[in-house]
């Protein structure tokens, strides 16, 4: 599985972006896919996951401004990123788990930077 994620960037804080997530490959094996990120110095965290049946998960510090979307037939996930704060400054990076066969185990994009300016 092959990840390639767009849409990072810079923006002032209350501002909104989108991040994109496209997989490529053996894509039929994925089952949940999410955004994590990493900001300087500290360890990477979920941001937000969807499983194949559409199921969401995001962390408490993005519930209610951060939406995780999937298109299945596109092999494509989004975050929609609104009410953007400077402590949401980080590395993203997009994570697609292949659960169970031989190409089981995670994987992950290159990250995009995401800075919020205040």
């Known amino acids: 599985v092959q990840l390639v994620e767009s849409g990072g960037g810079l923006v002032q804080a209350g501002g909104s972006l989108r991040l994109s997530c496209a997989a490529s490959g053996i894509t039929f094996s994925i089952n949940a896919m999410g955004w994590y990120r990493q900001a300087p110095g500290n360890q990477r965290e979920l941001v937000a996951t969807?499983?194949?049946?559409?199921?969401?998960n995001y962390a408490n510090s993005v519930k209610g401004r951060f939406t995780i979307s999937r298109d299945n037939a596109k092999n494509t996930v989004y975050l929609q990123m609104n009410s953007l704060k400077p402590e949401d400054t980080a590395v993203y990076y997009c994570?697609?788990?292949?659960?169970?066969?031989?190409?089981?185990?995670?994987?992950w994009g290159q990250g995009t930077q995401v800075t919020v300016s205040s």
């Open positions: 969807i499983n194949s049946g559409g199921s969401t």
């Open positions: 994570n697609a788990n292949v659960p169970y066969g031989r190409y089981r185990g995670d994987y």
